[in-house]
């Protein structure tokens, strides 16, 4: 097994340097000229461009400012924002924990709900708890999270007075945000769950397993739920990368700093000492989270390591 | 090793590994002023409107950097009412007859946050900041004008010299934008100096600032150089004004009605009247300075280079019913390019072309556009179709341009709606891809509302995207900018205004107030004749 994690862990750094060099190309592959880019909107002279090329180090052969950035990057130094001069590092050191907090939170409620009415539906397959689950997971997925949103804060906020409606730091503010979030990709999560353990029921394994006089709870965790989480788990790695990057409108209508924002908001002026950076930290997470769904698949599946 | 990893461990380590994420190496403790720690009292959350580029009033191109701003800094002088100032930092002041050349003598108490006193040569090097191209000031290089150089006269006497005459500094110098911040914090902090840290003599200082989240100002103990235009002297009441950025308009109303925040700016007009039902909420409703919500035309481009399709939209457009269907009726149908409060605004605007649907048929007749069989008019072969560009961010704008297309329908003219996001948008528009594109300004100096709409220099990609050149009206707006004569400078303005509206380079649909909401609780809120800065420096909070 460990020797397994080692042999992944070995096979992301080619990952890694390859996102380094595609973020690095960015720069370099959009219309224009950098220096232009890092000029902004205003008229500048050919002598101000000739400026800005010397201290960005354009002038150089490209291979040399690829290993300079790489250096830059393990020195945690991502440059300043061209929109607001403040180092990059900083502007998303500010909201990384945030950010975190509410995928984690929201992952965890959509992990817990998914699953919980996914199995409850499968095992219940066509009673009315399986109706129920999935009318819910159907209202779910089409629900647009901003209404969504906007009805917790009448609701709880407004109504009831439970949570406040914005801010970050502190249980109680996470609370909608998470819910709003979670609940989404909970209905996601709960039909591909649902097919998938109704697809290992019907295996043969299941029925010796039965034969066998196994109790049922034992058929269930040990070998219906292990097998079906195969998929599930690939899908909830690349939720949580979304989630963690992805929840721009939740930020955005509960007033909270997250990853999300910070790069929409850089991509629409153009700021790219932030966009670099916001994508590489997105992407190194999404490697992040692929090695652990690897990791998992061998231990749901023992065939997987030995491949 | 059987079963490797325990489901546990694995979940152990997941969580490590998120945690790795979570933890801070990015995370900088950032040099700033020393706090300035004081007996807790009361806290003012005020939920703005939007995220800002920097805390430095003097580079930004944020009005809501402005309105924050104006608690760090002290503006020269204050300015009670259009045309009228009060002293502030400046004790008193002369003008030289010709307006090239300001004279301020300073208060001798004045220190900024960090201690340094407030002297003459701080004033140069705030001003001359400014000008410096290395700075890229926005909003203050605008507002500084044809600034020469700072004469310092004695430790505490500036002469400000212009190389035109420029009869609107002291206005310009009212603003926070003009602000004098301290030389000794902006050699010590050099390129933080701004991004994350700024300097002044205000009532307030920053105590901390979480980019594009919150921003936290602290009172200033010292304080004793209130402007006579306040209620007292010395300390603010409040210990702190956090400015909590909040851009989702219904999130920030809900902010307010459950009292997370005590005061919000830009309340959006469909809850007004909900608001003011509220007992526990009082709105503020201030007609804002500035030039409202028009239309530019492009006046280089084919059909709308014509008088007669201008003056069609003119005679066409309902303005009362716009302000009605999409600004709730919160919105006053507008005239002019200059707001009613604004000094030389002229009233006959509003008579000289009222809406008239009959005459604008008639126009375009007269202009040789025939009715074609589709309902769009025709002029040798070309339709009359007009491209409305607008930013998709705002949804008001495009119900505007819906509204504006439905209207010019009957008369014949094709309204094409192109919506565009932020960076598309004004490729287009600096370009002059546009037949037609929204304005909305604020100011509180009429000779440069009108610059930035009308003068030559700013056309071709900068604020006059009706792309009108007119060698008399650069004549005009030039000498609204010199004369410091109130009568002649109220007919010059009365004049260019008339020319604008004879040539109908734009149309003034509707003249926005400034809408602010606070709990009852709150009392003491300034807000100055434009409607532009709300003020807390005479704040209190009840319990």
Redesign the interface.
């Known amino acids: 097994?460990?020797e397994y994690v080692a042999k992944r862990l070995l096979l992301t750094i080619p990952t890694v340097v390859t996102i380094t060099l595609v973020v690095f190309l960015m720069l370099h592959a959009v219309p224009g000229d950098p220096a232009i880019i890092f000029a902004g909107?205003?008229n500048v002279t050919p002598e101000q461009l000739a400026v800005v090329r010397l201290e960005m180090g354009l002038d150089r052969p490209i291979m040399v400012q690829y290993i300079d950035y790489l250096s830059r990057i393990l020195v945690?130094n991502l440059g300043?924002?061209l929109?607001?001069?403040?180092?990059v590092?900083?502007?998303?050191?500010?909201?990384?924990?945030s950010s975190?907090?509410l995928a984690?939170a929201a992952f965890a409620l959509a992990s817990v709900l998914g699953i919980l009415l996914g199995v409850v539906s499968a095992l219940w397959r066509s009673s009315w708890v399986d109706v129920a689950a999935m009318s819910f997971a159907i209202v779910g997925v089409s629900m647009p999270i901003f209404w969504l949103a906007?009805m917790l804060?009448?609701v709880f906020?407004?109504m009831l007075?439970w949570f406040?409606?914005?801010?970050?730091g502190g249980l109680n503010r996470l609370v909608l945000p998470a819910l709003a979030l979670g609940m989404i990709s909970s209905a996601t999560l709960a039909r591909l769950v649902r097919s998938s353990v109704l697809e290992i029921l019907s295996q043969p394994y299941v029925t010796t397993a039965r034969s066998k006089g196994l109790r049922e709870i034992v058929i269930l965790t040990r070998h219906v739920l292990k097998n079906a989480f195969i998929p599930v788990i690939t899908v909830m790695g690349l939720q949580f990368g979304t989630l963690l990057s992805g929840a721009v409108i939740t930020e955005?209508?509960?007033?909270r700093?997250g990853l999300g924002?910070?790069l929409v908001?850089a991509i629409?002026?153009?700021d790219f000492p932030v966009i670099q950076a916001v994508i590489l930290i997105v992407s190194l997470?999404y490697v992040?989270m692929n090695l652990?769904v690897d990791?998992?698949y061998?231990?749901l599946d023992p065939r997987i390591?030995f491949d | 090793?059987s079963r490797?990893?325990t489901?546990r461990r694995?979940l152990g380590?997941?969580g490590a590994?998120?945690g790795a994420?979570?933890l801070?190496?990015?995370?900088?403790t950032?040099p700033r002023p020393e706090a300035v720690l004081a007996q807790s009292t009361d806290t003012l959350i005020y939920g703005m409107a939007s995220?800002f580029?920097?805390l430095d009033v003097t580079t930004t191109t944020s009005s809501y950097v402005g309105r924050m701003g104006l608690h760090i800094v002290d503006p020269l002088v204050w300015s009670v009412k259009a045309g009228e100032y009060a002293p502030s930092l400046a004790t008193s002041w002369t003008v030289s007859p010709d307006a090239t050349a300001y004279t301020f003598t300073l208060r001798e108490d004045v220190k900024f946050h960090d201690g340094t006193p407030l002297n003459a040569e701080a004033v140069k090097v705030t001003f001359d900041r400014i000008v410096d191209p290395a700075t890229?000031a926005q909003t203050a290089f605008s507002f500084i004008g044809p600034y020469d150089r700072s004469e310092v006269l004695g430790t505490h006497q500036v002469r400000v010299r212009f190389k035109r005459p420029y009869a609107a500094f002291l206005n310009a110098a009212s603003t926070p934008y003009l602000g004098i911040i301290s030389p000794t914090a902006l050699r010590r902090y050099g390129?933080d100096f701004?991004?994350?840290v700024f300097v002044s003599t205000g009532p307030f200082s920053i105590q901390s600032y979480?980019?594009?989240?919150e921003i936290t100002l602290i009172r200033n103990i010292n304080y004793n150089w209130a402007s006579r235009v306040h209620k007292h002297n010395g300390p603010p009441y409040l210990q702190r004004l956090v400015f909590?950025?909040?851009?989702?308009p219904?999130?920030?109303m809900?902010?307010l009605?459950?009292g997370?925040t005590h005061f919000i700016e830009d309340v959006p007009p469909t809850d007004l009247e909900r608001v003011k039902r509220n007992p526990r909420i009082n709105v503020i409703e201030v007609p804002q300075a500035g030039s409202g919500w028009s239309v530019m035309f492009n006046q280089q481009r084919p059909p709308t280079n014509e008088l007669a399709v201008r003056r069609a939209f003119q005679l066409t457009i309902d303005k009362e019913g716009l302000a009605k269907s999409v600004w709730s009726g919160v919105h006053k149908p507008a005239c002019s390019p200059l707001t009613p409060n604004l000094f030389g605004f002229d009233p006959e605007t509003c008579k000289k072309y009222p809406r008239n649907v009959d005459q604008a048929r008639r126009v375009l007749d007269e202009a040789g556009w025939q009715m074609g069989p589709d309902g769009v008019r025709v002029k040798g072969g070309q339709k009359l179709q007009v491209n409305y560009y607008f930013r998709t961010e705002n949804p008001k704008l495009r119900e505007m341009t819906a509204f504006i297309q439905a209207q010019m329908k009957p008369v014949g003219v094709d309204v094409q709606l192109i919506g565009q996001?932020?960076?598309a948008y004004?490729q287009s528009v600096r370009t002059g891809l546009h037949h037609v594109q929204y304005w909305w300004d604020t100011g509180t100096d009429p000779g440069q509302m009108l610059r930035i709409l009308y003068h030559s220099s700013n056309a071709g990609g900068g604020s006059n995207r009706n792309n009108y050149r007119n060698a008399e009206m650069d004549t005009l707006i030039d000498q609204i900018g010199a004369e410091g004569n109130p009568q002649k400078r109220r007919e010059l303005l009365i004049k260019a205004q008339q020319k604008a509206l004879d040539e109908q380079i734009m149309i003034f649909l509707t003249d926005p107030p400034s809408l602010f909401a606070h709990q009852r609780t709150v009392s003491d809120i300034w807000v100055d004749w434009g409607g532009l800065y709300p003020y807390f420096y005479d704040t209190r909070i009840a319990r």
Not at chain 2, 24 to 28: A, D, V
């Open positions: 097994m460990l909107d205003k945690l300043r924002s929109y607001s001069r403040i180092p590092t900083h502007e998303i050191g500010n909201r990384v924990s975190a907090e984690v906007s804060i009448f906020a407004i007075g406040p409606v914005t801010g970050a955005t209508v509960f007033a700093p924002k910070l908001d629409l002026i153009k997470i992040l652990l990791v998992s061998a231990f390591r | 090793m490797g990893m489901r694995f380590a997941a590994g998120l994420a979570a801070s190496p990015f995370l900088r950032l995220p580029d920097t890229k390129q701004g991004p994350v979480q980019s594009g989240q909590r950025i909040i851009t989702e219904s999130t920030r809900a902010t009605e459950t997370e996001a932020g960076p004004f």
